[in-house]
C-alpha cells in the first residue's frame, strides 16, 4: 500500500451538516477499497483565488490515507460527482528512517590578490 493525500472541494451550496457527511461518505469510499485512513480533517470554508464553477468560496478537505494504487482508478471514479467542484490526489513522500547525512565542506581555494597595476598591464598585453 502507499501513502497518498486527496484534497477536494465541495460546493458551498451546501450546509456545514452536509459537508460533514460528504467528507464521511468520501471516507467510506476508501475503506470499502480496503484501504486506511490516517487522518480526516473537517471541512472548512475557504474563499478561493479564482473562480471555479462559478463560486468564489467553498468547504477545503483533505484526507491522508494508504491504498493500493490499482484501486486508484475506482477512487477517482467515485470523486466525480457534482458536489465536489475540484480534488487532487497525491502521493505522500516516504518518511525518512535515517538521519540526513552531514552536508559536505569545501574548502576555498587560496586566491592569490592581484595588484591594480599588474592588472593593468595584463589588459594592456591582451588588447595589443
Given at each position: 500500500m502507499k501513502s497518498y493525500e486527496l484534497t477536494y472541494l465541495i460546493s458551498p451550496d451546501h450546509t456545514e451538516e452536509e459537508t460533514k457527511n460528504l467528507s464521511e461518505k468520501i471516507a467510506n469510499f476508501i475503506t470499502e477499497l480496503s484501504g486506511l485512513i490516517k487522518t480526516n480533517h473537517n471541512p472548512s470554508r475557504t474563499k478561493?483565488?479564482?473562480?471555479?464553477?462559478?463560486?468564489?468560496?467553498?468547504?477545503?478537505?483533505?484526507?491522508?490515507?494508504?491504498?493500493?494504487?490499482?484501486?486508484?482508478?475506482?477512487?477517482?471514479?467515485?470523486?466525480?460527482?457534482?458536489?465536489?467542484?475540484?480534488?487532487?490526489?497525491?502521493?505522500?513522500?516516504?518518511?525518512?528512517?535515517?538521519?540526513?547525512?552531514?552536508?559536505?565542506v569545501v574548502e576555498k581555494s587560496k586566491e592569490q590578490k592581484v595588484e591594480i597595476e599588474n592588472m593593468d598591464k595584463k589588459i594592456d598585453e591582451i588588447l595589443q
Open positions: 478561493l483565488a479564482y473562480l471555479i464553477n462559478g463560486k468564489r468560496e467553498a468547504f477545503l478537505n483533505s484526507i491522508e490515507f494508504s491504498l493500493n494504487p490499482e484501486k486508484i482508478k475506482d477512487l477517482k471514479n467515485k470523486m466525480k460527482m457534482g458536489e465536489i467542484i475540484r480534488y487532487v490526489i497525491v502521493i505522500k513522500a516516504k518518511e525518512r528512517k535515517a538521519p540526513l547525512k552531514k552536508p559536505r
